[in-house]
């Protein structure tokens, strides 16, 4: 039972996956605030009716 236990302890074969799911569940995370940022510019863009783009499409 001790020996396979300090096998389980030094067994790392799973550490890589859990770093790259880090990674990628952080990257996610930033995208999704960048794309909520880049949507309320956007809307602010063509909302504002002293903007030149709100007033080329009336």
Do not use: H
């Amino acid at each position: 039972m001790k020996n396979l236990l300090q096998q389980f302890v030094r067994d790392e074969t799973g550490a890589t996956a859990i770093e790259y799911g880090l990674i990628v569940a952080v990257l996610s995370l930033a995208i999704v605030a960048g794309i909520g940022q880049a949507s309320s510019a956007i809307q602010w863009l063509f909302s504002d009716n002293n903007s030149r783009l709100a007033q080329a499409f009336k």
